[in-house]
């Protein structure tokens, strides 16, 4: 399709182990974001790629939380050691501007729960 | 601190009611501001967009309004329907930063009943 896809769209495990979210961006977007939602709560920014820059990490709660973009495309949200509290959904969105002013296309998102 | 405030947290209404959301934000000066549409389970889709300049915006049933000098900004929802029920989230651009750095309001969450 041609719009953003994340998976897994469900994910259940237990706490302490680890899980990787993956987001495949509109084809050309050069701006990559991961946002955290838990429920009926707003968006936490996590994460942000724009091109061959250095990701902006300000928003990761922990050392836990890790990200990489491969190729300028295909992005990996790793959280290690999951807690309960890092059960929420967790949202991509790419842009196809250097954010100036871009909106946003955001995926389905990747629902995890930690027991 | 730059912040984004939405009112109210909820409202249920009436099929065929209209509805206002209201977005208040400290963000100055600002580059845009966004309403985004957030079916249950699913990502947020943009409706609209308002730069400094622009007073009003429609998208359909749906028209934003902006006051750039009182930092308001609303959402009315004319003649409702049942796939209106959704959240709502306002998103405020600083001017001349990155994409990184955009403003998201708590979201008001609508239901609209038969």
């Known amino acids: 399709g041609a719009g953003v896809s994340q998976s897994p769209s469900n994910k259940v495990t237990e706490k302490g182990k680890d899980v990787e979210l993956r987001c495949d961006p509109i084809?050309?977007?050069?701006?990559l974001y991961w946002y955290r939602q838990s429920l009926g709560q707003g968006l936490e920014f996590l994460i942000y790629f724009q091109g061959n820059s250095a990701p902006d990490k300000s928003g990761l709660p922990s050392d836990r939380f890790s990200a990489e973009r491969t190729g300028g495309s295909v992005s990996t949200l790793t959280i290690q050691r999951t807690q309960q509290e890092d059960s929420a959904v967790y949202l991509c969105?790419?842009?196809?501007?250097?954010?100036?002013?871009?909106?946003?296309?955001f995926g389905e998102g990747s629902r995890l729960t930690v027991l | 601190k730059n912040q984004v405030e939405q009112s109210p947290q909820s409202l249920i209404i009436l099929e065929g009611k209209n509805c206002t959301l209201q977005?208040?934000?400290?963000?100055?000066?600002?580059?845009?501001l966004r309403w985004y549409k957030q079916d249950t389970g699913r990502g947020p889709v943009s409706l609209t967009i308002?730069?400094?300049?622009?007073n009003t915006k429609s998208n359909g049933r749906y028209t934003a309004t902006l006051d750039a000098d009182t930092k308001q900004s609303s959402l009315h929802i004319t003649a409702s329907q049942l796939s209106d029920s959704a959240s709502y989230i306002c998103?405020?651009?600083?001017?001349?930063?990155?994409?990184?750095?955009?403003?998201f309001g708590g979201g008001t969450r609508v239901l609209v009943k038969p």
């Open positions: 084809s050309g977007h050069t701006a």
């Open positions: 998103v405020v651009r600083p001017f001349k930063a990155a994409g990184n750095k955009l403003t």
């Open positions: 977005c208040n934000y400290t963000v100055s000066p600002f580059s845009n």
């Open positions: 969105a790419s842009s196809p501007t250097q954010g100036l002013g871009g909106e946003l296309f």
């Open positions: 308002m730069t400094f300049s622009e």
